[in-house]
């Protein structure tokens, strides 16, 4: 065999060689090709773009106060549009630190973050780190599912280069900023930003920046409020990022490492408390605008000023809380045994399905004695309780009450942090109050408390709370009787009367006093302000249930819900808070019937206005109901009862310029106080919606008032003293202690001009008519 035989040709040799490359090069480029082919077909059958370019979130229902505070929103979904330049820098550095530092740098698709996650998933072992960039994660939440296939993956990767190739990249952060889910029903970063922290982006610090970034990846598992720990560490793993990009520097770091993470709890992501005026808007927006109310953005701007409320609402707090704590302690609300379990986590199970009630924290006691009360708080807090923050409890802590009542290690109870740091012993109370104030100029509500705490009770005192409203409707009375001729200075006995059932209209009566004592002949101004039942009863005899029925319907009181009986001389009849503020309205505006009202303007979600209210003002377009004389007597009148009467502790206060009037009902089953100064009438209510006795020694003077000076004191801070003027056609005289006009009387008494008394010398020529009047009085 020759040496020619035994060698290959060159052209084989050659072609070994290019059978394993041509193999090589179709197994890359056939996927590649069907990949690209698979792209071609795809790529036309992707969503229009039309929803991002035209973006149309359901933006819930918002309710605001006059000055522009967030009280309330409605709506599946809590969102809040922001533009792109509105959100601070370092907002959008903590999204790009824990979501895609690269966004600015790629084209939809991070090529160097998909090797990167790839690695760290192969040394880890498992699929811990993900790959999608901002704009793949706009695509899926706009357009497809979150289910974990190929499929998906493929569409959501062209649909992100589609969204690259159409919108710019500030364009599409702006969208990611907007949309994304953040837990708490809230989308979007601006919406989180309100529920977790109550504030606008613009007043967020770099750790609660760094909170919301670490949201998206998991809103469930890293909410700060569900899952603190958890929360906090992700809030860490953003703050690295940050620092690691340069982002922040070493200081801003450190600082916001040592930052303690305090996000809202329960209902408390609106600035200020207006949970039943916000439902009353939400009826009435429903009312006229059905679905869109919770869809459309609308937006109310209400009469509510933000200070009031915030006032009302604390005073109310404190009223309520303060009758409780003249009251006995109830004992624990539940018991949860620590020999199972005293962990932290042990804890939070237990307390988990106890309702929050604002700053009524719930807790498990650690530990109790006489002396001292350790307890783990629903959130992590532990609250060392002695001193006099045990008084209220202290019986429960001795060995001498019944297991369920006695605090002990185990029980569930309620703390509260004062406001001088320290804790005490609560517990929810069970008596309800109420609180509502507004402009007597044109009726538009400053403060609507319609309750103690929304949450767990929702029935509006202010508006479908009908209580009989016992000394605080004495005005009404005396106001008709001053247009039968009646003046401040009538002398009315104040003596004992019996009544039998045809009478009274139910069964037989014998009125007494609150006090049960009888003081005999005085004048109807010391009467009223020492609230003298015997006298209120004899002036109504004297005017007739009948005119008074009718004369109250001026006020704008239902005629029906107040039976013509001598019962109305005491209030026995039906009204709501709010009734009572149109009535005292019209005493503390001279004279006119205004309308209350809650909402000031509606506006779309582009602040075009739907609607405007356009009130009735006194002294404008409101209808006149009373004599500005009588208006005026009242007022006079009414001062004195806070000067010198049941309401005397209101002078604490400080000021000249206060009227009212207290109100407590047979038993002490109602408790109440209305009272105004010209720019604002208050009325405060207390009481148990089932109703029994507050109890012997409680009045409107001693629990009702203090709500409504505690609400005054901060409403009229800086609000000068006003001057009541005295209208035309009146007459102020000199009288003597008998109501008689008496040069050397020494008191100084306010008369309609026609209804001057004689002076002292001329009395004897109208004896036999004076003499008529004293049989029908006495």
């Known amino acids: ?80 549009l922001v533009k792109i330049g509105e959100v ?38 498992g699929a811990k780190q993900g790959a999608s960039t901002i704009t793949m994660q706009v695509a899926r939440n706009f357009f497809l599912t979150k289910e974990k296939t190929l499929s998906r993956k493929f569409n959501e990767v062209l649909l992100a280069l589609k969204i690259e190739h159409n919108l710019n990249k500030d364009e599409i952060l702006q969208l990611y900023i907007n949309q994304i889910y953040l837990g708490q029903r809230a989308y979007g970063f601006a919406a989180a930003s309100q529920v977790y922290f109550g504030k606008n982006l613009n007043q967020l610090g770099v750790p609660e ?66 949970d039943y005026l916000a439902e009353m808007v939400r009826q009435a927006v429903y009312e006229r605008y059905q679905e869109d109310t919770y869809t459309q953005g609308i937006k109310v701007y209400t009469t509510i000023r933000q200070q009031d409320q915030a006032a009302a609402y604390k005073a109310v707090r404190k009223g309520v809380l303060d009758y409780d704590q003249r009251h006995s302690y109830r004992g624990p609300e539940g018991f949860v045994d620590l020999r199972e379990g005293n962990s932290e986590e042990d804890m939070e199970d237990a307390l988990q399905d106890v309702t929050d009630g604002d700053d009524l924290i719930p807790a498990v006691v650690q530990e109790a004695s006489p002396n001292i009360v350790r307890a783990y708080c629903k959130g992590g807090q532990i609250a060392e309780v002695h001193g006099e923050g045990l008084k209220f409890a202290q019986r429960a802590l001795g060995d001498k009450v019944a297991l369920n009542q006695r605090i002990r290690a185990g029980s569930i109870i309620r703390v509260q942090q004062t406001e001088k740091g320290e804790w005490q012993i609560v517990q929810l109370p069970q008596v309800e109050a109420a609180f509502v104030s507004g402009s007597p100029h044109d009726g538009a509500i400053y403060a609507l408390i319609g309750g103690f705490d929304f ?10 709370a009908w209580r009989q409203p016992g000394s605080s409707f004495k005005p009404f009375i005396y106001s008709s009787a001053l247009e039968k001729g009646f003046t401040p200075a009538s002398v009315i006995n104040d003596a004992p009367l019996s009544f039998s059932a045809e009478e009274t209209g139910s069964e037989a009566w014998q009125p007494k006093n609150f006090d049960g004592k009888f003081e005999g002949p005085m004048r109807m101004r010391q009467a009223l302000t020492k609230s003298k039942n015997l006298v209120s009863i004899r002036i109504l005899q004297a005017i007739t249930p009948q005119y008074a029925q009718d004369y109250i319907t001026k006020f704008g009181f239902d005629a029906a819900k107040h039976p013509a009986y001598l019962t109305m001389a005491l209030g026995a009849g039906s009204v709501t808070p709010l009734q009572m503020l149109t009535g005292y309205s019209v005493f503390a505006n001279g004279g006119f019937r205004v309308a209350p009202y809650f ?45 010198h009467g049941t309401a005397i502790h209101a002078m604490q206060l400080g000021r000249s310029d206060l009227a009212g009037k207290t109100g407590t009902t047979s038993d002490s089953m109602d408790a109440w106080f209305c009272g105004f100064q010209p720019t604002v009438v208050g009325i405060s209510w207390i009481g148990f919606d089932t109703p029994h006795s507050l109890g012997d020694k409680e009045t409107g003077g001693g629990a009702a008032l203090p709500i409504w000076m505690d609400y005054m004191a901060k409403a009229l801070k800086d609000v000068p003293e006003a001057v009541y003027s005295m209208p035309e056609n009146m007459l102020a005289a000199s009288i003597n202690n008998n109501g008689q006009r008496d040069a050397n009387g ?31 009085l006495f």
Not at 116 to 122: I, L
Not at 748 to 769: C, M, V
């Open 746 to 776: 020494g008191l100084i008494e306010y008369f309609y001009k026609e209804n001057l008394p004689p002076e002292t010398a001329a009395l004897s020529a109208g004896k036999a008519q004076n003499e008529a009047v004293k049989d029908q």
């Open 1 to 80: 065999m020759t040496s020619s035989q035994n060698t290959l040709p060159h052209d084989m040799t050659s072609r070994w060689w290019f059978y394993p490359i041509l193999a090589s090069l179709a197994l890359f480029l056939v996927p590649l090709l069907l990949l690209a082919l698979a792209a071609i077909l795809t790529y036309p059958t992707l969503p229009s773009l039309e929803s991002l370019t035209d973006y149309q979130p359901k933006i819930p229902l918002r309710v605001y106060s006059a000055d522009g505070a967030l009280l309330g929103e409605f709506g599946e979904e809590r969102r809040a």
């Open 209 to 274: 920046m760094a909170m919301l970034a670490g949201l998206p990846k998991a809103p469930s598992a890293y909410n700060p409020i569900v899952n603190p720990k958890r929360a906090r560490l992700r809030q860490m793993y953003v703050l690295r990022r940050m620092h690691e990009l340069h982002f922040i520097d070493t200081p801003q770091f450190e600082a916001a490492q040592q930052h303690p993470m305090v996000a809202r709890h329960g209902n408390q992501e609106f600035p200020v408390k207006a």
């Open 599 to 643: 909402i000031q303007r509606i506006e779309d979600a582009k602040g075009n206005i739907l609607s405007k209210a356009e009130p009735i003002v006194a002294g404008e377009n409101a209808e006149q109901v009373i004599d500005v004389r009588n208006a005026y007597t009242m007022v006079r009148m009414m001062q004195d009862v806070v000067r």
């Open 88 to 125: 601070p820098d370092l907002m959008k550095k903590a999204i790009l630190a824990a979501e895609d530092d690269r966004f600015y740098e790629h084209g939809g698709v991070d090529y160097m973050g998909v090797l990167r996650a790839t690695y760290s998933n192969f040394t880890s072992g």
């Open 455 to 464: 949450n767990r009770n929702q029935f509006n005192h202010i508006i479908q």
